[in-house]
């Protein structure tokens, strides 16, 4: 099965080049946004655990960043940054990510930050293919548009 049927509800990269222009630069500085925003987010939590979480900050940015990207996945298909960048994540329909595909969209996200080659081979996948995915939407057939009108 080709790519272009499996991905049916989505915008073609040929006809519809206008939903993909710009994408991994957009989805970039999303990704500043998101993680400045998270790293503030968790600097305020410091002194709501008595300021333990300094010697765990790490390991707070990843659980408040897994539940900021999947609520906010989950509530309309994409970050604030994303959101602040004009564009979203849709599945293979062409509809807004459910609560489940959000969780798995972050999960996928978190395996790939933590294991770094993942990683790189993410982000050249998103700069050399047509729909601008990374691993985990090539995986989760989903794919970042610019938001419709």
Known sequence: MTTSRLLHG????DEGAAFYAGVPLKRALAWVFDVVLIGLISAIAVPFTAFT?????P????????LYRWFTLAGGSATW???LM????????????????AFLH???YSISVAVAPLQLI??????????????TDT?????????PA
């Open 106 to 108: 972050t999960l996928g």
């Open 81 to 83: 940054g994303m959101r």
């Open 59 to 66: 390991f707070l940015m990843l659980v408040l960043g897994f």
């Open 86 to 101: 004009a564009i979203e994540i849709r599945q293979a329909d062409g509809d807004r990510l459910s609560n489940q595909s």
């Open 53 to 57: 979480a300094i010697f765990y900050f």
């Open 10 to 13: 989505l915008p073609s990269p």
């Open 139 to 147: 995986v989760m057939q989903t794919a970042a548009i610019n938001r």
């Open 122 to 135: 993410s982000v050249i996948m998103m700069l050399v293919t047509a729909r601008g995915q990374g691993l």
